[in-house]
């Protein structure tokens, strides 16, 4: 309206003048009636218009100086209506009279706001002239001051023709204090020198807004008019400082009118308003009401049934036909996804030419500790780290210097903002440019610019009707739209849980179906050690098939979570938001699920119960169980776990000497004192420490009182021993704030750690299980920049090892690993097992065995949800998380002292156990009728010795210790058979036999036949012919190894693939389908596979590849010096390969260890002894018994060369044989033929006792 105006009253010619506004009061006039009673004349709404401008509008913009140039010429126009209603009335009108008050209280809102414009003019004004710097030229000063004083002048001019035209109305609505400012405002005093010139109209302007009147109030009172009890509407009147209302002045209450015009004019706004609305809405209410009379007729009602019928018909059509897209997409979605994230790894694979293998320009692959376990809970393979930083800007020292200029450019950023805000709030200009032509600021211009229209698409309505397209109804679409569910899946419990991961925390919801686990994140959390929380976790599936076994697990002290292990992927812990009974109906709900490979041994998630019906000690007193194993055993059931890096498995520290050139395992002084906790080893430290708990004794509660402030494990501990592999050197750095700890305080050498942890007073940490197990954790093989020692001590790179050690971390491993299993630690292990996991952790015997720490570290010490006060909590938690818990008790005193280990001489012991037995080895060449053609297989069940020839004849025989004529047992051959239609379809024989179980002979594979098969026999009873129970088409071309681990079987191939399968033991029949292992690119020549350590290996030509039992998935290979001729595993992890010329050992992460000239090597086992892993080699005719460091032990001198070696199973009612098969088919036999009799003599000895 006011732009039309613009066009007809203001034109920016300016040719008309005064002409064209009288025609603007015509045009006024002329349209007053029109309008409307409630809204008044035409000329009120374009006061309130104009009043709207000048409120909102900045006093520096252009569209500000045309609205006050406009209002002024309305004020005259509505002075010249007032004047004229006057007339009407006689001459003479009261302000606020019955024919002018509408006027009249308009006139007052023009003084008002030109009151606050002209104060914010003003202001503005003061700004520019104190701040010249805010412009880019004194150019742009100048038209901005300049447009701002015209403003001014116009509101000044507004201002006087009111007051010169209506002072009654400004006196009586006034406050008498500002009706006198204003009047000195208006009329200055006059100079007293008559010759001094007169002020310029710019002085003038700026004396009238440096008056007290322009300065001065600008304060406003709210108040609420009407009584909503007397159902009267309330309106909040806002009364400004400058009209009276009823104050007081000069000892007199002054008049209330200015406050009743306020209210008025509030009140015809509000009238305004409600009349427009009416208006407005007539049209509709009266097309609602036709509409609502039609609608009410019978025949649309008919109609309506007809309709809504159809329509709920056509919609449960749509909804079927939906529902039925939607399923099939997502499923073709799933399968796709499948299918091109297994493309894409073949692609990305290190030995694919796309692959990224550090050659030709590509990044080198880097490596971390991976999330799997093996079946020992160790992680010796390490995983590819797929975001991979080297840390450089970590460093220690270059950290330091970051700091400070990092500090210093936050204070000058912080400086420039603040300049930067100062000079927006001061140049504002409502979107206009300040660099405006004067042409411009002379010229009418537009009132609405362009740029203020806001043409953009309402966003919330697009996602409203997205919302409404989706799924979101069902609770549960996140799991069905990204995971294939079963047809008779359904949900069994829903839930709230928290999983934990070493590196930070996920809040999310929890489904259990019959099938699965489904995981759905919604947060994720910062870890337990401050690591930065990390990109958005996916939808996750675990499925109840491969659930191997559930323990109960605290978290934050509290019993509510799990920790679910599978057979396929790493572990998971769940925190249960609703506490321990939520958790424990979970565990219920899942038993009673279709679980086939849980082991559940309790209905109780209690450690302690769950420990007391495992019966693992017995095992381990029998030395069927090795001391790693049995520690982790213990571990995992006292509640430590990989996946909380709050309660990591602990073990101990077993050696005590690390200075010595060589060390000798069988000396006792070489030792660390099990006995006693870390702390109290040092008797002068453990003194001072005992003084200072004595000091405790005026603690108000005993409880907590400690003699160990710091704790043997805590996250600061792990994070210690782990800095040099991600993703703990990460959380490391988090930890200290952005970079490395410093130099000193690094884990940098084995002997200077050890010495901290037996005289600092604050030190009194234990072990991890990696000390034995990953010897990467001693290298920096990621080149992390670890800074530099004091006092020129060199630089922090890979751990200082013991002389004893030779320079090599898999030495000191291995070392390690034979300590930790020796006759001195097996003696003594369980006073340690005493101090952490059993009697003497807590109470009384812990005070007496000197292994007291503090109250928090205790599990059910404190009830975290009791205390009240959200600090003390707060600190609480803290200081469980990050100084340390102790495992749950597992043996209390009720229990007593944990059993000791029995002595080998009362255990059975495998044949290859130590180097004396290994040096009393013989060799046996039994005469017995055999075919004249190589054995390629054997197997020995209860008594039956069975052995596969390569023309596929199975010779049997009868096997028992019992000796006879000189040798210490009894070989009987009892018949050969012949499996059927074989012999002239196999073009190579491949045969090994699968484990045995107690009833059923183990079932035998064999391969090389000229269709590519690889079939699975079974033996019947009473001497039958074997039996075909299933066949396997793995590969496109003739195999060329065969290896087994359990129920796995591994076969290579001359395709340059491996194919792995499972069988089940018993019926020789093949689980699911066979799975493609690729990473070579010629023929396999040798393979071996390792459940226990979830490895398998292969080679070809000269090249090693490397996969994960677990994944199925490549994970790195490498390339030997010659030509890889057998390969095997140890129990330990290390990969012994023999090639035409030597004898070599590697880790399974690339790195050679050993290597011995050893050449012609026709067959290689090693044993599975987890105290002392032997080689067993032939060579020529020569049989080879060596360590892990390659030293030869013993050779026997063999008839003819070896093909085939096999170990007897573990039997511990006979002793173990070597059984050798030669290429003629003779059978060789090697034992230790006095070790009956010592046994023998032994338990006589025994029995007289």
Partial sequence: LLSLLDAFIFPSDGKSGDRGRSYGMALVRATEERVGKPQGPLLCSLIRLSLLLISHLEPCSLRFLHATGRLRTFTRWLLTLTKESSVAMGGFATPFSESTGALDRLALAVALHAHKALEKCARMLSIFETSPDLFQSPSDLKKTSRRVLKAS??????????????????????????????QEAINPPLVADKEAKKPSHEIKLRTFLNSKWVRRFHDVEVKTEGDAEKGEKEIDVVIPEMVCAGQIFDGKVVSDVGKKAAADLTSETAQIIQAYD????????????????????????????????????????????????????????????????????????????????????????????????????????????PSFNDHEDASYQGGLERDRERAEKERAERKKKQEELVRRAAIKAGGESMDVDEDDEEGGGKLLDESMVDESVDEDVEDFYLVQNDDSKDEFAWAKQNFTWEKKERVVMVGEVIVVNPEYSVRGNMLLTTNAIYFHPE???????????????????????????????????????????????????????????????????????????????????????????????????????????????????AGRSFNDITQYPVFPWVLSDYTSETIDLNDPSVYRDLTKPIGAINQDRLEGLLERYADMDGFDDDMYKFLYGSHYSSPGVVLHYLVRQEPFTSMAISLQGGRFDCPDRLFFDIKSSWHCCQTNS???????????????????????????????????????????????????????????????????????????????QRGADAIKANNLFHALSYEGAVDIDKIDDPTERKAAEAHIQNFGQCPSQLLTRRDGRHPKRAP???????????????????????????????????????????LVYSDATISTHFFTPQGRD?????????????????????????????????????????????????????????????????????HRSSATCLATSENFVVCGSADCTLTLLE?????????????????????????????????????????????????????????????????????SGEIVVATDKTLETWSVN?????????????ALRTSGHFNSQYIVAAAGSTLHVLTLALETIKTLELSEECVCIEFSPADNSVDQYIFLGYVGGALGVVCDPGHRLKCMDDALQAWFE
């Fill in 153 to 182: 002048h116009e509101l000044m001019e507004i201002v006087s023709v009111l007051y010169k035209t209506n002072s009654e109305l400004l006196r009586s609505s006034f406050h008498p204090g500002a009706y006198a400012l204003l």
């Fill in 278 to 385: 009416t208006a407005l809405n007539a049209p509709f209410s009266e097309y609602l009401n036709n509409q609502r009379q039609w609608a009410d007729t019978a025949k649309v009602r008919d109609l309506e049934a007809e309709g809504d019928d159809a329509m709920d018909k056509l919609n449960l059509e749509i909804k079927e036909e939906e529902v039925r897209v939607k399923e099939e997409a997502r499923i073709q979605a799933g399968m796709s996804a499948i299918d091109y994230k297994a493309i894409m790894a073949i692609l990305d694979a290190e030995w694919s030419v796309w692959g990224n293998d550090g050659k030709d320009g590509k990044a080198a692959r880097h490596w971390m500790l991976s999330q799997h376990t093996d079946e020992l809970h160790r992680r010796i393979l390490l995983a590819v780290n």
């Fill in 523 to 637: 947060k994720t959390l910062g870890s337990d050690v401050n690591a930065a929380p990390v990109a958005k976790e996916k939808d996750a599936r675990w499925l109840l098939s491969k659930v191997v076994s559930v323990f109960g697990r605290r978290h934050i002290l509290r019993p509510q979570a799990l920790e679910i292990f599978f057979s396929d992927t790493h572990e998971v812990f769940m925190s249960f938001e609703g506490g321990a009974k939520i958790r424990d109906r979970f565990f219920t709900k899942l038993r009673g699920l279709n679980c086939p490979l849980l082991k559940a041994p309790s209905r109780s998630l209690n450690p302690r119960q769950v420990f007391s019906r495992l019966k693992i000690t017995d095992l381990w007193k029998r030395r069927k169980m090795s001391n790693f194993e049995y520690l982790m055993r213990l571990n995992i059931l």
């Fill in 762 to 840: 604050g030190d009194f940490k234990e072990s991890i299980p990696e000390m034995f197990s990953v010897p990467e954790i001693l290298m920096n093989t990621n080149n992390f920049p670890l800074g530099s020692l004091q006092d020129n001590r060199g630089s922090v790179n890979d751990v200082i090892l013991p002389p004893w050690a030779k320079g090599s971390a898999h030495e000191f491993i291995r070392i390690q690993r034979l300590a930790l299993e020796s006759d001195y630690v097996s003696e003594h292990l369980n006073s340690w097992i005493d101090l952490i996991f059993g009697y003497k």
């Fill in 904 to 946: 080998p001489t009362e255990c059975w012991t495998q044949l290859l156990s130590s180097d004396t037995r290994c040096r009393a080895l013989d060799i046996y060449h039994p005469e017995t009728p055999h075919p004249d053609s190589p054995i390629t297989a054997m197997a020995v069940h209860s008594e039956c010795l069975r």
């Fill in 966 to 1034: 000189n040798v210490p047992f009894t070989l009987k051959p009892t018949g050969q058979l012949t499996i059927p239609n074989a012999a002239h379809a196999l073009s190579k024989t491949l045969a090994c036999f699968l484990p045995a179980t107690e009833e059923d002979p183990p079932p035998l594979l064999l391969s090389g036949f000229y269709d590519d098969t690889l079939k699975s026999y079974t033996f019947p009873p009473k001497g039958k012919a074997p039996t075909l129970q299933a066949t396997a088409a793995p």
């Fill in 1063 to 1131: 069988v089940e033991s018993s019926e020789g029949k093949f689980d699911n389908g066979p799975t493609i292992l690729y990473g070579h690119d010629s023929t396999v020549t040798c393979c071996s596979i390792d459940k226990a350590s979830s490895i398998i290996v292969s080679c070809s030509e000269t090249k090693i590849v490397v996969h994960d039992l677990k994944s199925r998935l490549f994970v790195r290979q490498w390339c030997l010096e010659g030509e890889a001729r057998r390969v095997c595993l140890t129990s």
């Fill in 1150 to 1162: 690339g790195m050679k260890i050993r290597s011995l000239a050893l050449a012609g090597i026709s």
